[in-house]
Nanobody, 121 residues
Framework: QLQLVESGGGLVQPGGSLRLSCAASGARLPYYAIGWFRQAPGKEREFVATIGRSLSNIIYEDSVKGRFTISRDNAKNTVYLQMNSLKPEDTAVYYC??????????????WGKGTLVTVSS
């Protein structure tokens, strides 16, 4: 089955940038919509961004619009999340997930293990 492995998390200062990657194996990325979710301490897992296999279908959560950019490289079977102007409230474990072209956690079929992003001064 499909496996997703996130990387690129770490500690950054407010206003800084970070680029997350999610490498897929076991199946080709073009056959799935793929996106990012995050879970902050004590909170529910929430939607961040998703991109369809057409590459032109993209949805962002309102709080990250204009700051985050999702992209996918089908040849490399990889999805990226470029995060700019990071805020402390962006601190969370970030997960990539694939399934339906959807913002709902319940519509995802496969999940990565997550990568921690900490935004702090």
């Amino acid at each position: 089955q499909l496996q997703l492995v996130e990387s690129g998390g770490g500690l950054v200062q407010p206003g800084g940038s970070l680029r997350l990657s999610c490498a897929a194996s076991g199946a080709r990325l073009p056959y799935y919509a793929i996106g990012w979710f995050r879970q902050a301490p004590g909170k529910e897992r929430e939607f961040v961004a998703t991109i369809g296999r057409s590459l032109s279908n993209i949805i962002y959560e309102d709080s990250v619009k204009g700051r985050f950019t999702i992209s996918r490289d089908n040849a490399k079977n990889t999805v990226y999340l470029q995060m700019n102007s990071l805020k402390p409230e962006d601190t969370a474990v970030y997960y990539c997930a694939t399934g339906a072209y959807s913002t709902d956690v319940r519509d995802m079929q496969y999940w990565g293990k997550g990568t921690l992003v900490t935004v702090s001064s």
